[in-house]
């Protein structure tokens, strides 16, 4: 069958043979047993998960809710959720894998009982999953809920584009689930290096799936960073310079910009390995022409930036962190932000320390590997701010801090680590072996996963109106902690005793104890996300008890703090006026925190859109289309979508008003409500005591 | 299917002969008379070894790194350097880590357990300043400290990297040893272009030789890494890359591909045997006498996806029983050849490849699962 002939099959490549137990049905050897059950239990598990989710919608009637209230709302604090949902949903699917992977080394000498083929989908997804679904759109969530709040914005700029970003991140998610059930995903690994994932190697769709997942996750990302920057630049209440503005802010703002400028490269390298693999173009292939080495460029181009995407916003919530829970103003602000614009700068100027081993010469490799190195001295001046925050202050070993804590210590170690590979000379040892590994689970865990964890504990009282139990985020914490440590730490010896990453076996009996302990540690981490989900279940259930309607149950410095939790949708019903930095901080010590306006207007706010479930669902099926070269699906959906956006140019009736009637209610409803509690000690935090209300004191206590 | 699921090679049995039947000559002489030169101490690799411990007591032991020593016979680390390249590396490294850690990493540590310690909440006798958030002493200290580091290994990295950058020539008193090698899925090929012959799955050297290598791929990229000699650098289709080692001394090191290429990826392992110069011309001969021919039909089989146990078994006369190839008459235009072949497309992809293409004509159309990958599960 040709190309042409294929795409003309109304089922393109699709076949029985894509199903994940087909393979074990017709040839049972022991090996396709054990994988062919393991890829249907994965597959089943998605497919149940979907089916039960449906049905318990369907019962409790909750469809009509979910739409209006969820699925197609504006509301940047919605979205925000909705993308934390999907984050942790996702992170579920990635950490049993990752476990999967684990096990299969810890047995891998010799042999294991996974086959190299399903390994190598597992490392792909773990990776794609991992970076684009659980940190992209956990970071991302973070910033949607909170940025707007902290510059005293009702809203981000454009509400409707950020609804697509989400459901255009969805979607790519949803492709990669859908990869399980029918067909294989790529085995290139999370950056797909061509000539392997070109059509002559890698003739699957494998690749394919991976190249639109990430296409559609990368075009959600541009989106988003536009959004953000665009609202930071324009929506920030009066008074709020940008000198004012919570360092978590310039975080989220100097993640947009990376975004901006770093995601494009991807969306290039994706669409032209997607025109060599259908069109029969050469790009990246051998030969005519082809040069493979612009993929590792326009790849990596993308790839060093995303590192600092993922960081710097959990930089940003470690720097709220440590500043509220020592009781004391952030040192060193000004530095602060001078030294996240330095790593925006140099994040752009570094990515060729991905392929020193590719042959450049000695002076191209010292002068990158040195630019490398000039980011430990913005990131070092970070960590020493961070302690003087703690210098002088007052301690609290809260939940967050304790992420906080784990943070400074391991990612010093992951920072040197990373100096150490920025070295060329030392990266032609242990490139590409499992020091690598070790060396950017060791950023990426305790650098983004840790601070996005963090984030969570700390904000979900503002986003749901009740604390989490402390005691559970706790045991959750440790396991995070010492079960990154137990996972990851051997792979740093096991990397410099030789052995090469993404190897699904090895003949060296001395790697056993260290994969063993790498196992152990593995299913610590597991113990720990399932303790989340447990924390998450049993707070649910003790909600009443921990309530924080007033606002502010840490004594937050910062403008989402004086507000009411959950705060209403417009966020604020008086935009706040703005006079220096840790604003809340200085109403509080004013006297001014819960002011009373003289009067209230009417508010403008966007209507909920089907937009972004429509465009998602859209951007979902062209995708499927085009994996499975299913012709009739690529045009229809193709055409749909550009019809959708032509239509939705003419809509003009796109906001609703919230009348001042109504803001006057709620809002006096709420000042009563903070009239009545009573504040409390930071002693009392984890208490019930804790309404939202804290006590106003500040007492210095000299030497 | 199901043919060969973990065909998992050793490199090269430890004590085993070379393999040929009448082989004069052993590799286990030339690998057990040399022992591992790290000390003893926390041994991971679970075994007894009769050590002489530390010929060179002073090899540098940092405490955790020793678990990187050797296991068996195979020196698995550039912490373990058999040459002058991965000694060089270990240096480098043990003195940039040891930067690092006393004047980044020990005084966070300290520092910040003691501020935690010491101004907790509710902690009476330490101050607490709310509203302190500048010192200029601070900053500049702050901004100072990293500076002063960065500069500091600016220079050291900058110096090794030009010291031991892989294409720099090893200064010697001996003509280098040429080396063509060719990465296949899932094997290497090494040819010895002035010698006339070529391997798989064993890369013989004269000690004290430098080895001048260039590198080159018939599929993907691949990444050859022989840690205990040094640098690992990538071979890629149509492109030549060098590489420069040397062997100090005779015994076994790993040989790896590092870069993800496939099913057998985790096969494409080999040894790397540093030997007396004179049991290497003996191991030349011996290839020459015993060797099967590198020719088409056998770089046919070569081109194939498969692991070397797999391309033992298409091979119609092995040749050695070791798990290892030996050619002779190989030429020094086969490299050049496989280069230019690569680069202008079709004649040595392998041919389960060719296959695909040929069903594609024009373009693309494939089966949906089959891919040429699925083969070896
Ligand atoms: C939470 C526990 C985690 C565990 C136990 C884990 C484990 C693993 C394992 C076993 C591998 C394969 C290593 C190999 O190639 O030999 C891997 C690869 C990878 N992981 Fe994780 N991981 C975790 C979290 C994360 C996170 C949070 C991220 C990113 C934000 C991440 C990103 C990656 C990437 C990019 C790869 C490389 C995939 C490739 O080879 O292309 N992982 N991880
Ligand atoms: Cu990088």
Redesign the pocket.
Known sequence: MSFAEQFQHPLGRLSLESLPFWQMLNDPTRGNVINGVIGTAAALMVVIGTLVTIAMITKYRKWSVLWSQWLTSPDHKKIGIMYVVLALVMLIR??ME??L??AQ?AFGLEGGFLSPDHFAQL??T??TI??FF??MPFLTGIINYVMPLQIGARDVSFPVLNSISFWLTAAGAALVMISLCIGKFSTG???GYPPYTEASFSPGVGPDYWIWALTLASLASTFSGINFAVTIYKKRAPGMKLMVMPLFTWTALCTSIIMIFAMPPLTVAMAQLALDRYLGFHFFTNELGGNMMNFANLFWLFGHPEVYI?VLPSFGVYSELISTFSGKSLFGYRSMVIATMAIVALSFAVWMHHFFTMGQSANINAVFGIASMLIGIPTGVKIYDWMWTIFRGRVRFTVPMIYSIGFIYLFVLGGITGILLASPTIDYQVHNT?FL?AH??NV??PG??FGLLAGYHFWFPKAFGFRLNERMGKVSAFCWIFG?ML?FFPLYALGLMGLP???VAYTEPSYVPLEIAAFL??IL?TVALVTLVVQLWVSIKQRDKNRVFAGDPWDGRSLEWSVSAPPPEYNFAVIPVVTGRDAFTLAKEGGKAYPLPESYTDIEMPKNSVMGPVLGAIGFALAFGLVWHILWMVILFFVAAVVTMIVYGFARDTTRIVPAQQVQQEHRRWLDAVAAATGISRADEYQSANQGLAEMTIHEVPA | MGVTRHIIYRHVGPDGPLGFPNSPTTFSEAATSQECTMMTIGDPCGRMRRSKAATSGSSVCVSALMLAGCSGDTHLSFLDPQGPVASGQRWHFVESLAVLLVFVAIPVFVLTAWFLWRYRYGAKSSRYTPKWNYSALLEIASWAGPVVIVVLLGIIVWRATHALDPYKPLASDQPALRLQIIGYDWKWLFIYPDQGIASIGVLALPVGRPVAIQLTSATVMQSLHIPALGSQIYAMGGMVTQLHLQADRPGRSLGENNM?NGNGFHQQRFSAVAMTPERFSAWVDEVHLHGIALNDQSLKHISQRSTRAELIAALSQPGASDGNIYFKGATDALFSTVVKATKSGTPVAPASVRQEFANRAPLAARKPTESATDKVQ
């Open positions: 990635a950490l990752a476990l992977m684990r080394q490392f792909s773990h990776g991992m970076i659980v940190a690994g999370w950056f993922l499992v590994v950017f689970h990426a865990i983004a996963l990154f996972a990453r993404r190897s540690g593995a981490l | 993800y």
